[in-house]
């Protein structure tokens, strides 16, 4: 994939606490989405090492 992952940074969300760093477009830098490096809540850790991207900003290319 074609991204650069940013800097760490916990944030609340609507389901609770988690770190997320920004997931970026590696050629034109846009911020593509997130990803969840941790979630505090029990209920929230399938979510660790996931991604989250808004679909308007994907290409679909090779699928
Ligand atoms: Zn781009």
């Not at 399938?46 to 991207?53: A, C, N, P, T």
Request: aromatic share 10%; proline share 2%.
């Amino acid at each position: 994939m074609n991204i650069v992952v940013g800097p760490k940074e916990d944030r609340h969300l609507m389901t609770g606490l988690h770190t997320v760093a920004d997931v970026h477009c590696c050629d034109c830098r846009e911020v593509l989405g997130w990803k969840y490096e941790r979630a505090y809540e029990e209920a929230q850790k399938y979510k660790e090492g996931k991604f989250v991207l808004e679909k308007s900003k994907i290409v679909k290319e090779n699928w």
